[in-house]
């Protein structure tokens, strides 16, 4: 039994400790925004807050996210208002099929927390979730607009 | 729930094109039956159009979405005939059941081949059309006016003689009884508003949310997970597994075969499926096929360069003569290899079967074929099965050329009937079972007379005929047509932009085991590299500038050249670079479009730096720009991460690389700023999701040569340890 913290609700889930956060997410809580794209935590599509801290849900197993609050996608909008990436995403029009879009706007909020005025080797450095339709310069562009904001 | 008048299926709403669709998937789809009603809340005025009460519009959309945007472009397509408010415009998608029911009203659901809006805008217009009219009919009726005398504009209809109006949510019940018109005419371009308009896409609020629902998310009451694993080798078999290893394992409900070459495991959970069948003990009879390797299919493809059969493309003068006459003979191989799509959403189905229903909801690239594999796979005709579409987290032809996994769904829920099931491949089932860009080499021969003119060039390629697997009834007397894509000596489709007065293109067709399919660019992919690299080669040993080669060859093709020399202005070819950068050029028509590229790259050691890529295309009619630009811009990062990274490479006969880390792509800090041309001189219908990967890896193959002397010509380009910075 794991206990965690998702979206500021608090869900008690049967799982192997070792089962990925993103399958319990996903399958047992029914939070289907976050993506599974690899299980080896390199594309980025399942990335969610721990405790603030973005990290890749396909590689961390539930046993260290008992007791952390999670933050999905479905829980970045507050009281009713679309969050400042979000906001951007819409303005810059930057999904495509839009898979991976959950897991980007997940890291590229935890980035803008922790650096508010990303810069462009910021953004090199720091986002590299893998879109495979290449909305890559859209992402920059909305990402210093989000900045901005 | 409203009663709706029999559509008829009318000339323009289908046409020949949408027969062709169902029978290219080698199963005739049942064309008779009563017309039904699609499942919708508010009164459908046609088959396209539903107009609710409070005005909102929903447009009905055949196509597939996966990220090109066809969606809005279709809805656009539309909304521009129907004269409705565009704010008020939402979508939904019809199922291919319904078409079926409805005599295929809404024609073909392939989409694939950038085909989306170049195929259907003339029926989806004429939908919108006909919505209009009797709309209007239905308001002057009620008014006892001639329809004639009324106005519309964004949704509302005008009699202005006696000063009335109304909006559509108010008539569109009326409408809905309203006889189809027969005449249709459709507006002049010149008069468009929202077609042309870049305008936003309709999707991109629920996928900013994580609402948007693609295959994977699927959930249904009492679903459970199932996980699977086929022979590595394609063709092999299961020999033997232990259920009983796993059976009582947390969670696992079944273990089960599928057909004679797979296993899989269903369970509560996808993750208890999945650690199951890890620890399932599996013996493969993986036959003949294990003996076979990437090196043993180079050599075999190898010899097809130089046998003398061979299948012709394009053909025209006495190349064997020219070139035997020829001052100046220049020679080259080049090779390309299997790639995987990588969808970042792995393959998945959905599928709940019952003795008199078969339901499957999947990300597909056709819901026809999602259908006809359902019955199929289930045995139960057509009409007691249905297939839904969901978003799909890309497509790039992996989901138009096979839906094995919608199959493989079928079976595993038939034998626990009642039961939903939510098959999920692993990345690794994924990379491993692809249905691969096929593998091809190529010798190029050209010959330049005295005055350094191109007199002769045959052109041969040697291997895997995607058609000869997917579509055998498509081959022409043996041959693959569309391996000569971008080498037609005309056509609307993929004409050569060159006039050469000796020509020759064939192919020696050679088909490996491995599943080939189509893979965004298709066969164009590798034929520009191939011809647009070479003609770089021949322009190098003539010693002519690269562009001043390419324009003396392409008088005759005036829209080719046109993209061309927009590149070359804006990239300033001619004019000097930075310091150590590089510039290289391509050009083709591919997907009925004319696109070009100018890349700009500086090489450090081993490290490929590509700064900026300037790209032009013509597709005919822009429907909009924002989408053009991005598609655009996607393609090269899809076609750069194939010509750096991407190989799948075979080893006793089974494919290689399982995951990210075997097979890397772009990432952001890799992305050159694209700036894209939109240049439609309009006349015709072009695609546009995939033409311009067609050029984006040799435009930077022929700047990489400029920057360095060095000519590759087998790929990716990790494999000489060059990478990109």
């Known amino acids: 039994m794991a206990r965690l913290t998702v979206n500021g609700q608090s869900h008690t889930v049967d799982a192997d400790p070792d089962t990925p956060l993103l399958w319990v997410l996903r399958d047992q809580i029914g939070l289907t925004g976050t993506k599974y794209g690899c299980g080896i935590a390199q594309c980025g599509a399942c990335t969610v807050h721990m405790d603030g801290m973005a990290v890749r849900s396909c590689s961390v197993p539930v046993s260290l996210a008992d007791g952390k609050q999670i933050m999905t996608i479905e829980g970045l909008a507050q009281n009713g208002t679309l969050h400042k990436v979000q906001q951007a995403w819409i303005e810059h029009d930057v999904p495509q099929c839009g898979y991976c879009q959950s897991g980007m706007i997940m890291a590229v909020a935890a980035l803008l927390k922790e650096k508010p005025k990303a810069t462009d080797a910021d953004i090199d450095r720091e986002i590299t979730n893998i879109c495979r339709c290449g909305t890559y310069q859209q992402v920059r562009a909305a990402i210093h607009s989000a900045a901005s904001a | ?725």
């Open chain 2, 1 to 725: 729930m409203n009663c709706m008048p029999t559509i008829n299926r009318r000339s323009f709403v289908a046409g020949t094109a949408a027969l062709g669709g169902g029978l290219a998937l080698g199963f005739e789809l049942p064309f008779g039956g009563s017309s039904a009603s699609a499942q919708v809340a508010g009164p459908e005025v046609n088959a396209w159009v539903v107009v609710r009460p409070d005005e909102t519009v929903v447009i009905r959309i055949a196509r597939s979405e996966m990220g090109q945007g066809t969606l809005t472009g279709l809805a656009q397509l539309c909304a521009e005939e129907l004269e409705c408010d565009w704010s008020k415009v939402t979508y939904e998608f019809p199922t291919p059941g319904q078409n079926v029911a409805r005599k295929r009203v809404w024609g073909d659901f392939f989409t694939a081949g950038s085909r989306g809006i170049r195929e259907s805008n003339e029926f989806v217009r004429k939908g919108g059309a006909a919505a209009r009219m009797m709309l209007v009919q239905a308001a002057a009726g009620q008014w006892n006016v001639p329809a004639a005398e009324c106005t519309v504009a964004n949704g509302v209809i005008t009699h202005k003689g006696s000063n009335r109006s109304i909006s559509y949510g108010k008539v569109a019940d009326a409408a809905g009884k309203v006889e189809p018109p027969a005449d249709i005419k459709l507006k002049d371009p010149k008069d468009w508003k929202i077609i042309g308009k870049g305008v936003k896409r309709l999707d991109t609020p629920e996928k900013v949310t994580g609402k948007a629902v693609y295959g994977i998310d699927v959930r249904l009451p009492g679903m459970l997970y199932a996980a699977i694993k086929a022979c590595p080798v394609n063709g092999g078999k299961v020999k033997s597994f232990d259920a009983a290893k796993i059976s009582g394992n947390k969670g696992v409900k079944k273990v089960v075969p599928v057909e004679d070459y797979a296993v899989a495991v269903v369970a509560d959970t996808w993750w208890q499926a999945k650690t199951a069948l890890d620890a399932l003990p599996i013996t493969w009879d993986a036959g003949e096929n294990a003996k076979v390797s990437s090196e043993s299919i180079a050599a075999w493809l190898k010899e097809g360069l130089d046998v003398d059969q061979a299948f012709v493309g394009n053909k025209g003068g006495d190349v064997k003569a020219a070139l035997v006459g020829a001052a100046k003979k220049v020679e080259a191989v080049y090779g390309y290899p299997y790639q995987n799509h990588f969808t970042l959403e792995p393959q998945n189905a959905t599928a709940r079967y019952t003795d008199d229903k078969c339901e499957v909801w999947a990300s597909c690239q056709n819901g026809e074929q999602a259908l006809a594999t359902a019955s199929e796979a289930s045995g139960l005709p057509i009409p007691k099965c249905e297939a839904y579409k969901t978003f799909l987290g890309g497509g790039f032809g992996r989901r138009s050329t096979s839906v094995d996994y919608v199959r493989q769904a079928v079976l595993i829920a038939k034998q626990m009937p009642g039961t939903p099931i939510k098959l999920l491949w692993t990345r690794e089932e994924d990379m491993t079972h692809g249905w691969y860009h096929p593998v091809t080499q190529c010798k190029l021969t050209a010959g330049l007379d005295k005055d350094n003119n191109l007199t002769a060039l045959h052109l041969r390629i040697s291997g895997q005929s995607i058609l000869a697997k997917v579509r055998p009834q498509a081959l022409q007397n043996g041959a693959d047509p569309a391996t000569f894509s971008g080498f037609y000596p005309g056509g609307a489709e993929a004409a050569i932009g060159y006039s050469i007065p000796n020509i020759l293109v064939d192919h020696s067709m050679r088909n490996p085991h491995l599943n080939p399919g189509f893979w965004r660019g298709v066969n164009i992919n590798h034929n520009a590299i191939y011809l647009e690299c070479f003609i770089d080669e021949v322009a190098k040993e003539a010693g002519i500038d690269a562009l001043e080669f390419r324009r003396k060859l392409m008088a005759n093709h005036p829209k080719h050249l046109a993209v061309l020399n927009a590149v070359a202005e804006k990239a300033g070819w001619g004019r000097p670079a930075a310091q150590g950068v590089y510039r290289g050029l391509a050009q083709c028509m591919a997907f009925g479009s004319y696109v070009a590229a100018c890349a700009e790259v500086s090489v450090d050691g081993n490290k490929v730096k590509v700064h900026r890529i300037v790209a032009a295309t013509d597709p005919g009619y822009a429907v909009n720009p924002a989408q053009i630009e991005r598609q655009v811009a996607g393609s090269f990062v899809y076609g750069l991460s194939a010509l750096f990274f991407q190989e799948c490479t075979v080893k006793d006969g089974a494919i290689e690389q399982t995951n990210v880390d075997s097979y890397e792509m772009m990432r952001l800090a890799q992305m050159p700023k694209v700036e894209t041309i939109e240049m439609p001189s309009g006349g015709f219908w072009g695609g546009v999701g995939e033409p311009t990967i067609a050029v984006a890896a040799p435009a930077v193959l022929n700047a990489i040569a400029a920057a360095t002397g060095k000519r590759y010509r087998t790929f990716p380009l990790k494999q000489h340890g060059l990478t990109m910075a």
